[in-house]
């Protein structure tokens, strides 16, 4: 499967585990709570300067 076909939460998880980061790290680094990331990654939240964070944190 190549990379394109993933689906962001996949792409996400994949860039986690190859920086080391998990939920936790990431609320920390982004000063918000773990369901917000969670919900972030899985698409529940919408909120264009976070998702840019997330981002930008994970390359993604």
């Given at each position: 499967?190549?990379?394109?076909?993933?689906t962001?939460?996949?792409?996400?998880?994949i860039?986690?585990?190859r920086?080391?980061?998990?939920?936790?790290?990431?609320?920390?680094e982004?000063?918000?709570?773990?369901?917000?990331?969670?919900?972030?990654?899985?698409?529940n939240?919408?909120?264009?300067?976070r998702?840019?964070?997330?981002?930008d944190?994970?390359?993604?």
């Amino acid at each position: 499967m190549a990379i394109k076909d993933l689906t962001f939460e996949e792409k996400v998880k994949i860039s986690m585990k190859r920086k080391g980061y998990t939920y936790q790290k990431l609320a920390d680094e982004m000063e918000i709570s773990i369901g917000y990331v969670s919900d972030i990654i899985r698409g529940n939240r919408t909120n264009e300067k976070r998702l840019k964070q997330l981002r930008d944190i994970l390359e993604v």
